[in-house]
């Protein structure tokens, strides 16, 4: 054989291989805020990110990174995904304040009724009709709740809205900051992160936040009450997605794409409505192990809750109608939805 041709032969060869390596090897980068010990890194993204890398015979490998150790803050992951900085991010939508309007639809009270699979199962059915213009540049690959937003006191017990009134509340979105007004009390925006600092300095009387979050930030050293109403209903719930940068998916092969749309579907927003309602319970075990007490209101305690928060809806409604977005059909199909959900788990 010819020189030249023992090159071009190469050459072939080579080309070949590198297709093949290039079809193997698809590292992704997942970004997010909170610690490595924490339900969600463990739980949801590890188990999600390895059923991807299996479904794909190694293809696919993510790498997760987490407590923002790739720079930034927390608010910042949207663009991050964005801008391409890294693949991948899991956000509080709240965060990145007016970004994703459409979504609080199911942050509102009277939506999430303590059932979050009913809820995550409706954002998914609803994305492509409802939620998609607020993913410009990105891709969303599984949205969800948590548990919901339970009180926590300091040094008080709530019991109805009364109970409130005056008090420093942190909540980490605009419908709950609305919440906390309709109840008369004031509304403190801060960082999960912040919320032990911020209670044992009393800068805050307490904050709404799922029980979840109690083991990770200790939040039962510096409370003394953890509240909710009959049957685990609470005061609207926070929203999260998990992206993808909208160029990395749209360069992934189709056979790619179909294996994160199917690993992602509906039946995985059910077992992560699971993992947060364990979570929710762990946490609060653990704060009632130590001495706290749990108060779960009665019917009639939680229907003053109700009455109070009930010009919330209308509010957002008017302020979705005020930037040409149809809140109203909104706020119906989200009800319909997790009602349906609801009636069938």
Do not use: C
Request: glycine share 8%.
């Amino acid at each position: 054989m010819s020189f030249s041709r023992i090159l071009a032969t190469s050459a072939v060869a080579l080309g070949l291989m590198t297709a093949a390596v290039a079809a193997q090897d698809i590292q992704l980068k997942l970004h997010h805020f909170l610690s490595p010990k924490a339900p969600a890194h463990t739980k949801m993204l590890e188990p999600w990110a390895k059923r991807i890398e299996e479904a794909s015979d190694g293809r696919v490998k993510i790498e997760i990174f987490p407590a923002m150790t790739l720079g930034g803050k927390p608010p910042q992951l949207p663009r991050q995904a964005r801008d391409g900085v890294v693949d991948l991010v899991w956000i509080v939508n709240a965060y990145a304040a007016g970004a994703f309007p459409r979504t609080e639809v199911f942050e509102l009270p009277g939506v999430h009724r303590g059932d979050n699979a009913a809820v995550n199962k409706a954002m998914l059915a609803m994305y492509d009709d409802f939620l998609a213009e607020d993913f410009q540049g990105v891709v969303p690959m599984f949205q969800h709740v948590h548990q919901g937003q339970a009180i926590h006191m300091a040094n008080e017990e709530v019991r109805s809205p009364a109970d409130l009134v005056g008090k420093k509340i942190r909540i980490p979105s605009r419908t709950g900051s609305w919440v906390l007004e309709a109840l008369g009390a004031s509304p403190v925006q801060t960082s999960v992160g912040e919320i032990p600092v911020a209670l044992s300095k009393k800068v805050i009387d307490g904050a709404l936040i799922p029980f979840e979050i109690i083991p990770a930030l200790k939040i039962n050293e510096v409370t003394g009450y953890q509240i909710e109403g009959p049957q685990g209903q609470r005061l609207g719930t926070t929203s999260f997605s998990v992206l993808m940068n909208e160029a990395k998916w749209n360069s992934l092969p189709e056979d790619i794409q179909a294996i994160f749309r199917e690993v992602s579907g509906a039946d995985w927003h059910g077992e992560v409505g699971e993992v947060w309602a364990g979570a929710d319970a762990f946490g609060i075990k653990i704060a009632t192990d130590s001495g706290n007490s749990h108060v779960q209101l009665t019917d009639e305690e939680w229907g003053a809750f109700e009455a109070a928060l009930s010009p919330v809806v209308g509010r957002w409604i008017e302020d979705m109608e005020s930037k040409g977005i149809d809140g109203q059909a909104l706020y119906d199909r989200a009800v319909e939805l997790v009602g349906q959900n609801m009636a069938a788990n």
